[in-house]
């Protein structure tokens, strides 16, 4: 962030963009024409990936009836999720999903917190990529369940078939086809998406709008002090959307799972 505003403050920022600034350069240090598989946000989805599995298994490799701090941290957050989202929106079946839950709880929540962590400053979940691959596991998650649960025709008939006059069905089962089918999925990775790229510019803006302001050496440049006040302030901001958006995720994926083994639409 800090070597973007050097670039805009020393007027070296090409204008206007290139399709080409909309890949991300690639960390490897061979290759860098060639390697754009491997960015800054494909690496910090490997670091969550690898936090996650070290520090649950690391917690749970000698479990003990009064658990440690590292066991009650992780027994805590799982808790949480199977009694508060799994079982609250799904009922005792929804604890069979609760290892999913937690699992997407914390990935969303570790990769959106890379968004105020210094060095990363941004989350892998403001590329819509990775929002898109976690509503589309979601998305053949709940359909897998309520095909297994009722069986494909009747799930299909529950999804589709409202309890309504024949007369309107017509109309209410395309509707019906839009919402469940195409508009879930993209309604979970869009929301994740939008809310983690706003905070993103929202910050980079008043950063590089500070440092804009003290290098033009005029009346502005004291207001630059005033710009990295917000950025503060909306830092604290960012982190409750981190977490807000982390639990909207999984509960919405929860309650399409309860709609997907509900007996009646």
């Given amino acids: 962030m800090f070597g973007q505003a050097n670039v805009l403050a020393a007027g070296q920022a090409a204008f206007p963009p290139s399709v080409e600034d909309f890949y991300l ?40 009836l009064v658990p440690t701090k590292k066991q009650w941290f ?10 508060n989202i799994a079982v609250d929106m799904i009922g005792h079946a929804g604890v069979r999903f609760a290892p999913y839950f937690t699992t997407l709880f914390c990935f969303i929540l570790l990769t959106n917190f890379f968004a105020i962590l210094p060095g ?14 976690l509503a589309v596991i979601s ?10 649960h009722h069986g494909f025709g009747k799930f299909v008939k529950n999804s589709l078939i409202p309890p309504a006059p024949w007369y309107i069905l017509p109309l209410l089962i395309p509707i019906e086809f839009f919402s469940t089918f195409l508009v879930r999925p993209f309604s ?7 809310n ?5 510019m929202l910050l980079l803006v008043f950063t590089l709008g500070g440092f804009a302001m003290l290098s033009a050496n005029t009346w502005l440049a004291p207001v630059s002090v005033l710009s990295w ?16 958006q982390a639990y909207v995720f999984t509960v919405l994926t929860a309650s399409y799972v309860q709609g997907a083994l509900a007996d009646e639409h």
């Fill in 120 to 133: 990363f400053q941004i989350s892998p979940n403001s590329h819509i990529a990775f929002p898109a691959i």
């Fill in 188 to 194: 979970l990775a869009v929301r994740l998406f939008a």
């Fill in 25 to 64: 350069p690639s960390i490897l240090p061979w290759g860098a024409h060639d390697s754009y598989w491997f960015t800054k946000i494909t690496a910090m989805v490997w670091i969550a990936v690898g936090v996650l599995i070290i520090f649950f298994l690391a917690s749970y490799r000698k479990p003990q």
């Fill in 229 to 244: 006040v917000m950025t503060i302030a909306l830092t604290f901001l960012e982190f409750l959307v981190i977490v807000l």
């Fill in 139 to 148: 998305y053949v998650l709940f359909i897998y369940a309520g095909i297994k």
């Fill in 196 to 200: 983690m790229f706003a905070g993103h």
């Fill in 74 to 83: 992780a027994e805590s957050i799982y808790g949480f999720v199977r009694n």
